[in-house]
């Protein structure tokens, strides 16, 4: 019997091989689906912000604090009075948005009444929570004078002066008695801006008397 050697039959198997790779474009094609990972990407989000370096995109905004835009129409919240004992500045509008009511005092150094009635508001502040400021309104008085009588006495809250501008602006909306220390003026500011003044001349009220009116207790 004639037989074909393999050697043979392998040469005429593949032309025939070669033929059907070349017609099939999925097998040259790199771009072809076949030769492509067949997981698709992710698309980015044309309308995210880019995530600046470093960002964790787990974390969360903190909110904002209160804008000056979002103050009550008030010109005496926005005066900047700055603590005599820190040098640092601060509105009657930032303590009250940021703290609750805050209660206004003019005094003067040389005021026994301001001392006692001082002296209530420490008793107040043990029991209830608000933000007092103690504002120096005899233009005489220096800021040094002022730090070491907060501190001699043992007041810890703010303790500022008042210039001209605002000993005027206290008498055009409060009277004369605003300025008048020994008839214990004092003034509340909500956290919402709302100034209240409180009557004056009433002699000095007690603790649990600013509490009530203050709303802190």
Known sequence: MNRRSPIAAAILVLPLVLAACAGD????????????????????????????PGADPTETAEPASPSPADMPDDPLLAVELTDVRTGEPFTLWELASDHGPVL???????????????????????????????????????????????????????FAMADRELYRALQERFGVAVTNPPSTPLIIIEADGTVRALEFGRGIRSAQELLAELGAG
Do not use: K
Not at 33 to 46: N, R, V
Not at 136 to 157: I, K
């Open 104 to 158: 206004l005092e003019p005094m003067a150094i040389w005021c026994s009444s301001c001392r006692a009635q001082q002296r209530q508001v420490v008793e107040a502040h043990a029991a209830g929570s608000f933000t007092s400021v103690s504002l120096d309104v005899d233009l005489s008085e220096r800021p040094e004078d002022l730090a070491v009588y907060a501190d001699r006495e043992g007041f810890d809250w703010h």
């Open 25 to 52: 474009p999925a097998v040259n094609d790199p771009t072809s689906p076949a030769m492509t990972d067949p997981t698709p990407s992710p698309t980015a989000d044309p309308t995210a912000e880019p995530m600046s």
